[in-house]
């Protein structure tokens, strides 16, 4: 876990004593998020990764067609997690860096990107 920052959704539930302990026993400083971690920017959700990426792809792999019930979308939650592979994370961390250069790039602006 060296290399890997954890960014901390701020939710409630994940702000108490025990999770932040936890939290800073596993990553060291190399938290990002709310209060005693590293700051993260405010109304950024197209930074975060789980936004940026994972919750639309689960989406798209999930619902593609109903499913019939609770037991086989968890089935589809595990298998699309599964299906996640390194060559798709790495292109994904392609997109995140080109994202971030146009955050920069745009200085604090508004900007819309297309792919």
Not at 16 to 31: A, D, H, N, P
Not at 60 to 74: E, G, I, N
Not at 84 to 109: F, K, N, S, Y
């Amino acid at each position: 876990i060296r290399n890997v920052w954890f960014q901390h959704d701020g939710a409630p539930a994940h702000k108490t004593s025990s999770v932040k302990q936890y939290l800073v026993e596993e990553f060291g400083e190399q938290i990002i998020g709310c209060g005693d971690f590293q700051e993260w920017p405010p109304r950024s959700p197209d930074l975060a990764p789980m936004d940026f990426f994972l919750w639309g792809y689960l989406q798209k792999q999930l619902y593609a067609t109903p499913p019939p019930s609770l037991q086989d979308l968890q089935r589809r939650i595990t298998d699309a997690c599964a299906n996640v592979t390194p060559a798709v994370l790495h292109r994904v961390q392609r997109e995140v860096q080109a994202w971030v250069q146009m955050c920069i790039l745009a200085d604090g602006e508004k900007f819309e990107h297309r792919k």
